[in-house]
């Protein structure tokens, strides 16, 4: 991990592009809404007016029916050799009132549509830290609670998985030796062992239907430097571990990733943090075709570039992703909007590099060795 230090002059320049892209991309916003409004308003006036000339046909024939009977008996009683005696059945027939429906706000509303806030659940979100346990690892990257009680976490500098039980200090139960782990998830059912050699699996994801996307790059010294050989791609595999589809170029033939080593793929969306170099990353999110929905790269006002290591899912569709050298954590909704941007400095936290959600809805956060004896695992409390 290397120090950086950024040049005043450079932090201005970047919160002013920030301010100009945020113009341009709330300027697009503002249109698109704006056009989906005239468009609303002129569809609904069609289909008014369509409703309104069928009501008027269904009027015209009652009342054409009830003219056509009135029309005749006055014929008849114009008649010169009418008898007094003569009955006549007059019409009944009524033509049928108009009733006004209802134009309240809140049914035109329910009807038209409404204006809906794109990042208000940022006021929701209340972070606190309710423990830290110390480890023996250079750094706890991955890591994978099992329960609130038994975590794994791997190190691959060290080569290193371990089982651990979180009490008053963290104890080791298990130990995996000589393997060096990018990624892991917890899964209930079993999944038959898939070889991709000669690629290297990077990030890895199993849905809830036992379908798996694994992140894959072949193998380089260099993993950051890519030529026309290079393979960076994601998979998608079926329950069966058969390849459903290949994740590498979009609609213009152009690479997606550098090194795609995190996914999470939900909702229709594939999120993939995509690591460009050691320092600096991006959040890459497709849809299933492969066509890019959008890209995150990172907080204008953050001191250091961007360095995603890790991301999760909360219940409620939002991605909360590490930022290791600026000691924050990133919360993005669907459409890659940053809802929230929480420093981890006010809970003495640095260089969090691993985060995961357990079944309680807590952020388990691991941290890289930062002028301390060793990494750290902090348990933290995430109010909404």
Request: aromatic share 10%; charged share 25%; glycine share 4%.
């Amino acid at each position: 991990m290397s120090d950086k230090i950024v040049n005043v002059n450079d932090w201005k320049y970047t919160t002013l592009q920030y301010l100009f892209d945020m113009r341009e991309s709330e300027c697009a916003s503002y249109e698109k809404a704006r056009k989906a409004i005239t468009e609303r308003k002129s569809a609904l006036e069609d289909e008014i007016e369509r409703y309104a000339n069928k009501m008027l046909q269904e009027l015209n024939k009652p009342w054409m029916k009830l003219n056509e009977t009135i029309t005749k008996q006055e014929k008849q009683l114009h008649q010169s050799d009418l008898t007094l005696e003569k009955t006549f059945i007059l019409p009944t027939n009524q033509v049928p009132q108009f009733s006004n429906g209802n134009l309240s706000e809140e049914s035109i509303s329910k009807m038209f549509g409404s204006l809906v806030n794109r990042s208000n659940i940022s006021e929701e979100i209340e972070l606190s830290k309710i423990k830290s346990y110390d480890t023996d690892v250079l750094y706890t990257n991955p890591i994978c609670p099992i329960n609130d009680q038994t975590l794994l976490i791997g190190c691959a500098a060290e080569k290193v998985l371990k089982q651990v039980t979180m009490g008053k200090k963290c104890k080791e139960i298990n130990a995996l030796q000589e393997v060096q782990v990018s990624s892991i998830i917890a899964q209930s059912s079993g999944k038959q062992f898939v070889d991709f050699n000669p690629l290297i699996p990077k990030g890895i994801f199993i849905t809830d239907k036992n379908e798996v996307f694994v992140g894959l790059r072949e193998k380089t010294t260099n993993p950051f430097v890519i030529d026309r050989y290079s393979e960076r791609q994601v998979r998608h595999l079926d329950s069966h571990s058969r390849t459903r589809h290949i994740y590498e170029f979009d609609e213009n033939q152009k690479r997606l990733f550098t090194v795609p080593s995190r996914i999470i793929a939900s909702n229709l969306n594939i999120h993939v943090i995509d690591t460009e170099d050691e320092d600096n990353g991006r959040i890459i999110t497709l849809d299933f075709p492969g066509n890019v929905k959008w890209i995150y790269n990172g907080h204008a006002f953050s001191k250091y570039a961007f360095c995603p290591n890790d991301f999760a899912l909360s219940p409620q569709g939002y991605l909360v992703v590490t930022d290791t050298y600026n000691d924050a954590l990133h919360f993005l909704n669907n459409q890659g909007d940053i809802l929230l941007y929480k420093s981890l400095s006010i809970f003495g936290i640095s260089l969090p590099c691993s985060v995961a959600m357990d079944f309680k809805s807590q952020l388990w956060v691991g941290t890289g060795r930062n002028k301390t004896k060793c990494a750290k695992v902090h348990v933290l409390s995430m109010f909404k």
